[in-house]
């Protein structure tokens, strides 16, 4: 096997030695990996250690009841399994070939007996261990993507000239790019991994008619992004050289490129139905702002807000919103459970602070969204004045045309776990997550009974961890002081509390039920802790649940909150885990 260059921050090290070094050559196994084929499942046993000679690894983990997650990238150069062979545990993540990959393996006992000739050998891998969990504890990405490809899907798609955008914003986030076109269609591999060595990032990028510069463009990257224009109809246009290692690890997405006066994209969903794709990203053509956000992403330095249920303390997400704005943090991916994925879909509307301001007052403080009491057979109100008040302010939207990546979550109480809405109609997906049981009949899903998600996920930080790699900013409404006795007192005079309005509320019952419905369990709040970077909880004592008209109490409350949380930060939001660039490498 011919020598091959490793990146120069890994070469000549006591790792490399060990595996390419003659003297350990019988102990160390070579093979190839075709692209999509597993190295190793997680559970296994962890009997050996491997070294990447060549291609690209990726690992994945998968918790129970969690969307398989990509962990990251293993480079040439690099050692995969060592953690789990140290310690004597099995693997923890699943490691598959991202693209035709050459290994070199070594079995426990001859890497123990090479590391008692040689102390260095355990001493590079110590510190590499040590990094590795550095870098996952404080979100670092220096294990991410970093070689992206892009696929025009139509002819009227000028695929290099919108990613030469893309690149621009990239480079003035500091970070070194090459974009390649079908000028390096003809290039040798050594030239190709040369390339990767050099720059923090490659962005190789195909045009609808560039067939064979499709293929290898296919073989040479990390996550692949398919670009059609967002008015185009998606007809005919399936394509067929979409690699399978991509495509089985979900890493192929759909970018529309928005014409420069679309007010909101539409038709979107009829894309998601015609194509493989993990996750749509939309694009104003011409819009520095949305270039820097798809900039954002490729770095690891988009920002997720995810936002809590909280009946009527869901107000403070307003002003935690508007703190975030006035600080100039961006707000790239945004999710919620039911009151807070109501203010996230606005966010994610385009709504600016006003516009927000004066909907969901209109909708939510103007009159009470829960005075439509029915005789409770199901639920104490119909859920008609919910469902007219959302059709008014999100139409038939859906949750592919918005601008910003969403999604809210409901509780499936037919199979016992919370539901992800990432698509499908914007309202009805609204309506399931805010379905507070006994106060909001529940919504049919088939054979599934959706009810409020704060039941299972009311801080789905975890959830959006699962899919974003950048920094998350949650923000919690329900964990200020719960009911107290006088909450559910029963009103010593009934005419009183009729005559007096306070019946719009509901009865104490209602307090109770939401209360309840919204409270976060031990696990939940450890999962939403370890999964976000920034945990802001607003003073909301004293601002009862179900108290529609505390809107500007509760709007102070978010705004003080996240401003003190933004105060205590050394560096931006954006720079959390932030990735150095290959310039700053000093060797290892």
Not at 65 to 71: I, K, Q, R, V
Not at 238 to 248: A, Q
Not at 272 to 286: C, E, K, S, T
Not at 574 to 583: A, F
Request: aromatic residues 8%; hydrophobic residues 45%; contains cysteine.
């Amino acid at each position: 096997m011919p020598p091959m260059k490793l990146p120069h921050h890994l070469a000549d090290t006591a790792l490399s030695r060990l595996f390419l070094e003659s003297r350990f050559a019988q102990d160390v196994v070579t093979f190839s990996l075709p692209g999509g084929s597993t190295l190793y499942e997680a559970g296994e046993e962890a009997d050996h250690i491997y070294f990447l000679r060549a291609g690209r690894l990726g690992a994945i983990r998968q918790d129970e009841g969690m969307d398989p997650h990509f962990l990251g990238v293993i480079r040439p150069g690099e050692p995969a399994g060592e953690m789990a062979m140290i310690s004597g545990t099995v693997h923890s993540a699943k490691v598959v070939a991202l693209r035709d990959s050459e290994i070199l393996a070594l079995s426990r006992a001859a890497f123990f007996k090479a590391a008692d000739e040689d102390a260095k050998i355990m001493a590079q891998l110590a510190r590499l261990m040590i990094q590795r969990a550095r870098q996952t504890a404080s979100r670092a990405s220096l294990g991410a993507p970093s070689v992206f490809g892009f696929y025009g899907m139509t002819e009227d798609v000028k695929a290099r000239e919108q990613v030469e955008q893309i690149a621009h914003a990239i480079r003035r986030l500091g970070y070194s790019i090459c974009v390649m076109g079908v000028e390096a269609e003809r290039s040798s591999t050594e030239w190709f991994s040369t390339a990767e060595q050099g720059h923090d990032f490659i962005l190789y990028v195909a045009e609808a008619n560039e067939t064979y510069w499709k293929n290898v463009v296919g073989r040479q990257v990390d996550r692949l992004f398919l670009m059609a224009k967002g008015a185009g109809v998606p007809e005919d246009c399936v394509p067929t050289l979409l690699p399978e290692p991509l495509l089985r690890q979900r890493l192929v997405d759909l970018i529309l490129i928005q014409s420069a006066d679309c007010l909101l994209p539409s038709g979107s969903e009829a894309w998601l139905d015609g194509l493989p794709v993990a996750q749509l990203f939309h694009i104003r053509d011409r819009s520095d702002d949305h270039y820097a956000r798809m900039a954002r992403f490729f770095t690891g330095m988009a920002v997720g807000l995810v936002l809590s249920g909280g009946g009527a303390r869901a107000y403070a997400h307003i002003g935690a919103i508007k703190a975030l704005r006035e600080s100039d943090t961006p707000i790239d991916f945004v999710c919620g459970t039911s009151m807070g994925a109501v203010i996230a879909a606005a966010l994610a509307m385009g709504w600016d602070d006003e516009e927000i301001n004066w909907r969901i007052r209109k909708a939510f403080v103007d009159s009470s969204p829960l005075d439509d009491i029915a005789f409770p057979m199901i639920a104490m109100t119909r859920g008609i004045k919910v469902e007219e008040r959302l059709e008014e302010h999100f139409g038939d939207f859906q949750i592919a045309d918005l601008w910003l990546p969403f999604f809210c979550v409901s509780s499936n109480l037919t199979i016992g776990t919370y539901q992800l809405h990432a698509r499908g109609q914007l309202r009805w997906s609204l309506r399931a997550s805010l379905s507070l049981p006994g106060i909001l009949p529940p919504v049919n899903d088939g054979d599934n009974v959706l009810v409020d998600g704060g039941v299972m996920k009311n801080l789905p930080a975890d959830v959006l961890r699962n899919m974003h790699r950048g920094p998350i900013v949650a923000v919690d409404v329900s964990r200020a002081r719960g009911l107290s006795a006088n909450d559910v007192a029963r009103p010593r005079s009934l005419w009183r509390w009729l005559w007096s309005g306070e019946w719009r509320q509901g009865p104490p019952i209602v307090a109770l039920l939401m209360r309840a419905g919204t409270v976060s369990t031990g696990r939940d709040l450890i999962a939403s802790r370890e999964a976000s970077d920034v945990l802001v909880v607003p003073n909301l004592a004293g601002i009862d649940i179900r108290d529609w008209e505390a809107f500007a109490p509760a709007v102070s409350a978010g705004y003080v909150a996240m401003k003190a949380a933004l105060e205590r930060l050394r560096h931006p939001i954006t720079d959390i885990g932030r990735r150095e660039s290959r310039n700053d490498y000093s060797g290892a």
